[in-house]
């Protein structure tokens, strides 16, 4: 949040209290909440204040009229203009969609409200911890909206509720929950997380799997999407989500699944999945997830989906159709300065995988750089029933792989020589499913250029 929309969050939460906020402004208002977790936090984090201070007058006003007692003042937080107006109590559509989204009923932070020396005095409790960082790959950040962390591959880290932010195509990072629920999100994936009487999660955009507990009844884990929600009791399941449609993968038990659009409902089961859209003339249907084939292979002749990364290049004279590096972040320094590598990327889309791995699968790279630099190759992989496998790469010299006449260089790697980019998953898993592959020269912007790639059986 910028100083100027900080300024501006102040004036419109001031026009709430004083009973003057216009149409205009509330659009405004609406605007900077659904954009920005430091803007929301502090609107939510003012208002239940404010909501205890006037609960708080109220009672002790009513004690002093029952015993005849004078009660001291209670000044306000806001502006000095404040009139202390309870109108905002109303069903306020923002507020009410807020409170939901984030839970707050257990809250970011809670408040505690103390009578010393004939005062209201007001103290922030310290937040509390509800998941575990089991691991992390890239950069990541976490705020609650008043402070911003950035997170780093190392030790177990603690988490109180707040906002995840993943940057990068080959991020990832592993949430666990005291009860043993574990949730891993990845592929630049922005998430919100609080736990109440339950668990609430809010995945703006990227992948999220969960291997959940068993939750209490009446209680499942409940996920929110731009454009469905899903409750869970317990199951291993897979969200790939952006602001237009919602995939669900279930690989095992059962999740419910509302598309937020019209309200229709499915219930997905084991090996099946469904997507939740902005269309609500079309029915959503529950289908077996497809298997993608064992053999597969891309050659750029036609622009990449947007979900990609690179630029696309068409033929020119003797040289392919191809895809040039474009910059993008590997992880942040702890002064939150970027690391920037430049890399392209192919990913899988809403219906599939890009291809089925085995034991002895090998990728196939056809690539040419105008300098000199070190390659990095990471895979990005599931389970068949969608949930995360783990990511891995290889690193080889920008001299690696048979050059050809025109420059081109084709390396081939087979998938036993990837390693592993977090520990919980030690290797590829045979009969894993490829959703990302992403080609980069590190720090360095050589010209790299892509024209083919492929992963098929060793023997093929």
Same mark, same amino acid.
């Given at each position: 949040?910028?100083? #100027? ?7 419109? #939460? ?17 605007? /900077? ?38 009660? $001291?003042?209670?000044? $306000? ?9 309870i109108a905002w109590l109303s069903p306020w559509p923002t507020v009410a969609m807020w409170l939901l989204m984030l839970g ?15 005062? +209201? ?9 509800? !998941? ?10 976490w705020s609650d909206g008043a402070t911003i962390q950035h997170l780093s591959t190392g030790s177990e880290q603690r988490l ?41 999660? =809010? ?24 454009? %469905? ?6 199951? @291993? ?17 059962? @999740? ?15 090996? =099946? ?17 497809? +298997? ?17 990364? &690179? ?10 159709? =191809?895809?040039?590096?474009? $910059? ?10 970027? !690391?920037?590598?430049? &890399? ?9 995988? /890009? ?6 699968? @090998? ?13 990095? #190759? ?6 068949? &029933?969608? *949930? ?8 080889? *010299?920008?001299?690696? &792989?048979?050059?050809? %006449? ?12 990837? =390693? ?21 020269s590190h720090e360095h912007d050589v010209g790299l250029e892509v024209c083919e790639l492929g992963i098929h059986p060793m023997?093929?």
């Amino acid at each position: 949040m910028t100083s #100027i929309d900080s300024v501006e969050l102040e004036r419109l #939460i001031n026009q709430i209290v004083d009973s003057e906020l216009s149409d205009v402004d509330e659009t405004r208002l609406e605007a /900077l909440l659904r954009d920005d977790v430091a803007a929301r936090d502090r609107y939510l984090r003012f208002m239940m204040l404010h909501a205890d201070l006037l609960w708080d007058h109220g009672a002790a006003a009513s004690l002093a009229s029952a015993q005849s007692q004078s009660v $001291p003042a209670v000044q $306000p937080l806001a502006s000095p203009r404040s009139k202390w107006s309870i109108a905002w109590l109303s069903p306020w559509p923002t507020v009410a969609m807020w409170l939901l989204m984030l839970g707050m009923a257990g809250g970011l932070v809670s408040m505690r409200m103390q009578r010393e020396k004939g005062a +209201v005095s007001v103290a922030l409790e310290p937040s509390k911890m509800i !998941v575990t960082l089991d691991a992390i790959h890239g950069a990541a950040e976490w705020s609650d909206g008043a402070t911003i962390q950035h997170l780093s591959t190392g030790s177990e880290q603690r988490l109180a509720a707040g906002a995840l932010l993943l940057e990068g195509d080959d991020s990832s990072a592993q949430l666990r929950f005291d009860d043993g629920t574990r949730v891993t999100v990845s592929g630049g994936a922005e998430v919100e997380f609080s736990q109440d009487l339950q668990k609430r999660l =809010r995945l703006r955009r990227g992948s999220l799997t969960a291997d959940v507990t068993r939750q209490p009844e009446g209680h499942p884990l409940v996920i929110e999407t731009p454009t %469905a929600r899903v409750e869970v009791i317990g199951t @291993v399941f897979s969200l790939v989500a952006d602001s237009e449609q919602t995939a669900l993968n279930v690989e095992q038990g059962a @999740v419910r699944m509302l598309r937020l659009v019209d309200g229709q409902q499915v219930e997905v089961q084991d090996q =099946r999945r469904a997507v939740a859209s902005l269309n609500a003339s079309a029915e959503m249907q529950v289908v077996r997830a497809g +298997v993608p084939p064992d053999v597969w292979r891309q050659t750029f002749d036609q622009p990449p989906p947007a979900v990609c990364k &690179g630029a696309w290049i068409a033929r020119d004279g003797e040289q392919p159709n =191809r895809v040039c590096a474009v $910059p993008c972040v590997a992880s942040r320094k702890i002064s939150g300065v970027p !690391v920037v590598h430049h &890399g392209i990327t192919a990913r899988s889309g809403v219906e599939t995988n /890009l291809v089925t791995l085995h034991a002895g699968s @090998v990728l196939r790279v056809r690539y040419r750089l105008m300098g000199e630099a070190p390659l990095r #190759i990471m895979l990005g992989t599931n389970q068949p &029933g969608g *949930s995360f496998a783990g990511n891995f790469e290889v690193k080889r *010299s920008s001299r690696t &792989g048979v050059v050809d %006449a025109d420059g081109w260089r084709t390396l081939t790697v087979p998938l036993s020589e990837f =390693r592993p980019l977090m520990k919980r998953f030690p290797m590829p898993q045979d009969g894993s499913q490829v959703s990302l592959i992403m080609v980069n020269s590190h720090e360095h912007d050589v010209g790299l250029e892509v024209c083919e790639l492929g992963i098929h059986p060793m023997a093929h």
